[in-house]
């Protein structure tokens, strides 16, 4: 009797341990902030969404309108977005997420297409929230959101500056950004 | 103008209002829960207008949304931090793909990915 209440124990024991490492597992797969090791530069904040919002900030209808906003946005309304720059027809923007997240969002008029990314905020800590489009030459344009402290992005030496908190790189070679401060930098894989 | 006439313009401007209320966007989430190391795809083609990938709420890997169409050639990719979407004109008849990855390129696996046409 002793040795089946022994046995039923182990098992219970060995069952626990199975669903713990499961859930740790499950968890711990489902972060993906980049590594602790890398670089840091400022503390995540992103000083464009502080300022005092104007009319441009708000999101276009249309944005609001995908199911995506719904999902992702803190507000189904965009309620804190902030225009962060205007390129050609291209319009950048970045808005609140859900649960810590913050999205930078694209609306490109003349190309009806608009795209959003949304990541945890922590990602700005070691690098960029980014979308990248490869066009048919093999070159990839990318459009990026960094926060405080960071001064340019770069790519086949060619620098562009950080404009309310973001970069518009088009043209470029190769899977990584090199985006920095006057001290530091760091390396983000855009490719595929 | 003839009774005829007018008749036939009514039946014309009908049908020409057919195609426009039956034309409405189909949604459909077509992949949950991706195993790792596989690539989703919805499996049939149609002229997209929109493709998203929904990770969760802490998301922060790689993701990447493409189409093809039937004769191999790639419309976009569009790689992106955590979730995102990418609407676009339905100019092309193509398949959609999606997946994720991680800093060392492994794919892992997606909650949900989605397209309308």
Known sequence: ?192 | MSRTALFILIVALALLAVPVAGGGSYIYWWQHNMPTNTVGHDGFAHNHTYNELYFGPNAGWTARLWEVTPAGYTHFVRLCSGNCFYAHPPYYYATSYCANRDPNGTTHFVYDCRDEW
């Open chain 1, 1 to 192: 009797m002793v040795t089946v209440q022994r046995r039923s124990k182990l098992r219970l024991l060995a069952l626990a341990g199975i669903a713990a490492a499961a859930v740790i597992t499950a968890a711990t797969s489902q972060v993906g902030r980049g590594g602790g090791d890398r670089t840091q530069i400022g503390t995540g904040s992103v000083a464009a969404l502080a300022r005092s919002a104007r009319a441009a900030d708000a999101l276009p209808a249309q944005v609001l309108s995908y199911p995506f906003a719904a999902r992702n946005f803190a507000s189904p309304t965009g309620a804190g977005s902030r225009l962060l720059q205007t390129d050609g027809s291209l319009r950048l923007y970045t808005v609140p997420g859900k649960a810590g997240m913050l999205c930078l969002v694209e609306v490109d008029n003349a190309a009806q297409t608009a795209g959003a990314a949304c990541a945890d905020r922590g990602v700005l800590l070691t690098g960029s929230i980014f979308m990248a489009d490869r066009s048919e030459n093999g070159r990839l344009d990318v459009l990026g959101l960094v926060g405080d402290g960071h001064t340019y992005a770069e790519a086949n030496g060619k620098r562009v500056g950080i404009e309310g908190n973001s970069f518009v790189l088009r043209g470029v070679e190769g899977d990584s950004v090199t985006v920095g401060s006057a001290a530091e930098t760091q390396t983000i894989e855009v490719g595929d």
